[in-house]
């Protein structure tokens, strides 16, 4: 089993930051792909961003540019640093790891006010 902690959520102003972590811990040989999701109220859960082991990313167009994610493989912890933060980033963010199976963590909300 592995479980997925996300940290880092919060309220915060148009034109702001956070900076998101998810730390993976449990019984595993390695983790593949990570990635951010993100929910909003009354939709969809969509792509935010993932990395791979050896760091290549993909963004969702809506966050290009704003979001950059990186992983530190020493401590299994994916992070996503978000700038110029928009009303429309508001949802609960989902980190998700692969080590075979698929894991999901629990969500942090991000609130963005405008």
């Known amino acids: 089993q592995v479980q997925l902690v996300e940290s880092g959520g919060g309220l915060v102003q148009a034109g702001g930051s956070l900076r998101l972590s998810c730390a993976a811990s449990?019984?595993?040989?390695?983790?593949?792909?990570m990635g951010w999701y993100r929910q909003a109220p009354g939709k969809e859960r969509e792509l935010v961003a993932q990395?791979?082991?050896?760091?290549?990313?993909n963004y969702a167009d809506s966050v290009k540019g704003r979001f950059t994610i990186s992983r530190d493989n020493a401590k299994n912890t994916v992070y996503l640093e978000m700038n110029s933060l928009k009303p429309e980033d508001t949802g609960v963010y989902y980190c998700?790891?692969?080590?075979?199976?698929?894991?999901w963590g629990q969500g942090t909300q991000v609130t963005v006010s405008s």
């Open positions: 998700n790891a692969r080590t075979g199976p698929l894991y």
């Open positions: 449990g019984r595993f040989f390695s983790i593949g792909v």
């Open positions: 990395i791979t082991r050896g760091g290549s990313a």
